[in-house]
């Protein structure tokens, strides 16, 4: 499949479609932590960085299998997620959002002083395992059990305690647990898009995950729309194909991604698609089909 | 209900994917097929290196060599009798860039070869890409190890520092009798982080003693406490293995403390803010080394010296006479070859010996690494920058 | 060593402490984080450089940075942040000072390229000893400007008719607004007090380390915002503590940790301190609403 595509494809916008199913998997992730469960992270590149780092020693080190290493880049970025969730316990918003800036910036300072990783040098000879078909493939299945997951028992908990933390709470949701996991799955994602960014980077370093690569995942889940697995698509294939369209006016190129992004806020406020949920759209779709349900 | 969901999922998911190879073939059918470079009237060469970002200070002089050296070419005829197009995308310094960039050149603008980047680290990102689309690099700045062990496509000229920096670590013992020393890296600067183990390793070779390692950080402007531990060191010396902002910074704030130390570094010492942002704190307090120098330089040097000064009203550094001298090579290479074609002109290109560039004479080894000679020892003076300590030769191995 | 490590510090904290005074002003008002602030500081820094190298005396170009920069402060609460009042998230707002913040960074560097310049030696530096620590009259003027900027401030915030304004904003913002407070015109009073602080810490950075470029804002915001939350997010006396104990505990790490882990230091240490005091050191800690 992937040698019938680099034939077919011109390799520069096979690159960018990848790199936008990489970016999927990442922010869908992100907006699992703040989009649908409220808890401002602005340290979402830590966690890929764990993932990019773990997955890709595993490979280079240990002749790891390619899924195996996405596996172990995963579990590594999971268990800090984890970590990383206990003190959402105590804190919330804006302290929340600074103890995982924090993070954030510790994990890079360590992999500035981290001899494995080659420290600032980066580390470079990542087989490139990561393909098309891989990238896609994964974001179908991440799509299909994050919107399970969403519609679930546990996913809606996820919304109530977003709405409103004290009403979740008496109403029986353990917010506690829920926080953490929503924590935890959130940072499995950023593992995995992690790992399979650096298997297609073949070279990577500290400094590429660093608080504006934070940022920017951010920007595509609210931009996209908040806790909605559509918008933040959209966000992401936004925010990953404008730059490169926008590659003609080259100097003035962020000058206009920022007076966008202030424009777009001050006009959908709300993302985008704000909350439109894929069953939203499904209703939409069905209706348009003329076989509601 | 749930199959329904997949099923549109994967529809919309599919529609994507349509768009997508839409643009690319509209995109494939505007230009000649892929594998075919340069199948129009002009050669196109494509520009690696950051126009913004904090690594930009290298990409803009080197943008300039390379559209200076390449309006020459046109005024005598471009190669094999083809006009020569340089394309200038801003890679920003980061990895994800030059990839997309790289990509971008090889196949969508088809150039027939990349110059750049300065850096070694996005240079190796943007090697693997070349490498793989058999499309010749030809870096104008990586100066760290693994780069020219990716592949035969990917070339370099600078000066190493693995030669280089022995060779300045003999003159500080030998000559100067500076025993114990201090080393400072940058450490979030890839650069940096690699040449400190090799300055370490020629201290300790020749008999030196480092009594104090400290490190900072690239845009950072507080090097207060460090300077106040260097001061508490007492080292002969002080070896520093960043870029000159931060040089400059630390000599600075060495000077406001009344610390009076001599700074040693590499070529990432080179740039005019060096003398600037240092003022009286760095002259003749800093000394570093570098393949090129536009105090007492050689005859090709002086002629670039004079055009580029009149074409662009201010003087070179070493990136624009890198980027100078790698049009050129390659212009020449293709001549040689008569052909455009990577695979073929590359031969040529690994013959190179004893070319008489602007940034100092150079030569490929077996392994397709250059070696430069001499290395000249620069310092501040007064006005002028960089002034010319010394030139110590390199013997060729 | 130690104390001129404490006063490298004290300095280094001064800074950090100006720039937080205006993220906690703006923050304890209107909940928003005001992303593009350390651009603001950048902004002031690079005009109190044209005005000393257009000739302007030291102390003219202080005030005109920070008159320049309150203008700036309140043009961007107009135009980025007030349509959203009301009727959007935080977050939205968040995104939009993000953008303010590429924004103004992009347009210095399309002006004056990426490099960092010199700021020119306008106060003549000399070091005295003071037993066996080394002082040098800059620091000492930093640290005086800093803590009389703050004096002031925590004056006009107690004592003048606005400052009285302001409070009550922090307090409630609808209720103000019954009370007859011109709500906008605090909000944009306290987006120009922020934003002149931040422009005399920018001079201030300048004229001691010699040195502006348009990424220096970055970092410091990061720093600053790090410090505000670590005095108690909102609290103008807790912005003060938290830069002067951020840059001290950053100087200490330097010289008795390691440099290398300076920054991973510095987050450590605020994230325990947030853990065990999660509204932070001066923070008033608010029971939540049902």
Redesign the interface.
Known sequence: MDAFLNQTIDAYYLRIMIIIGINIILALGLNLITGVTGQLSMGHAGFMSLGAYASAILSIQLDAPFALALLGGALVAAFFGFLIGIPTLRLEGDYLAMVTIGFAEIIRVFFLNFGPGGKAVGLSGIPQNTGFTVVWLLVLVVIILNRQLLTSRVGRSFYAIRENEIAAESCGINTTRVKVLAFTVGSLLGGLGGGLYSHYMYYINPQDFGFMKSIELLNMVVLGGMGSIPGTIIGVVLLTSLPEMLRIVDEYRLLFYGALLVILMIFRPNGLLGDVRIYDIKKWWGKKGGRGT | MKGRFIKRTALLLCMMMVFSLLGGCASNQQTPQQGAPAAGDKIKLGFLGALTGSVANYGIPGQKGMQMAIDELNAEGGILGKQVEGIYYDNKGESSEIANITTKYITVDKVSALIGDPTTGLTKVAADIAQKNKMVIFSSGATGAGVVEIGDYVFRNTLLDTVAAPVVVDWMINDKGWQNLAVITSNNNGYSTALTPIFKQAITEQGGTIIAEDTINDGETDFSAQVTKLKNAGADALVFTGYYTEAALIMNEAQKKGLDITMVGGDGLYGQDLAKLGGTAVEEKVVFYAGFSTDQPSPETAKFLTDYRAKFNEDPDMFSAQYYDAVMIIAKAMTDANSTDPSVYKAELAKLTDYPGVSGVTTFRADREPTKSPVCLLTVKGETFPALLDKLPVEVK | ?FW??LL??L??GSSYALIALGYTMV?GII?L?NFAHGEVYMFGAFVGLFLVTAGANIFVALLGAMAFCMLLGMLIER??YR??RG???R??????A???????S??M??YR??????YP?VLG?S?FQLGSL?V?T?QIIILVIAALLMVVLELAIKKTRVGKAMRACSQDLEASKLMGVNVNRIISLTFATGSALAAAGGVM?GIY???V?P??G??AG?KA??AA?LGG?GSVPGAMIGGLSLGVL??MG??YLS??????IA??I??LV??IR???LLGQKLS?K?
């Open positions: 060593m001129e490590q490298n510090g300095t280094l923050y909940q984080i135009v980025a349509p959203l009727k959007s998230t977050l939205s707002a968040l995104i939009s993000i953008g303010v913040s590429i924004f103004l992009t347009l560097v399309l390229g990426p490099n960092t310049t010199r030696a530096d070091t080394q040098s800059l950075v380390y010699n040195a470029w990424y220096m970055t970092m990061l915002f790090a939350v997010i950053e100087i330097i010289a440099s290398s882990y300076k920054d991973a987050f450590a605020l994230i947030l853990i999660p509204q932070g939540k049902v």
